[in-house]
């Protein structure tokens, strides 16, 4: 059985975009293209690993 997703998955944690589920057999320009809008203009590397790290 074969299931391909027409849109893509946002999975959010309290309100923000954490993760996108995309089919894999999507344009991957396209696909790295729309990752462009999820994240915030002003997002620092090392301020979100440090939250990712100190939310385990």
């Not at 959010?12 to 462009?36: E, M």
């Not at 997002?43 to 100190?54: N, P, Q, S, V």
Request: overall charge positive; cysteine-free; charged content about 30%.
């Amino acid at each position: 059985m074969s299931i391909t997703a027409a849109e893509d998955v946002f999975i959010t944690k309290n309100g923000k975009i954490v993760a996108k589920l995309t089919n894999p057999h999507q344009d991957r320009v396209k696909t790295a293209k729309s990752l462009f809008r999820i994240l915030p203009k002003d997002a620092d590397i090392e301020t979100t690993k440090a939250e990712r790290l100190g939310a385990k």
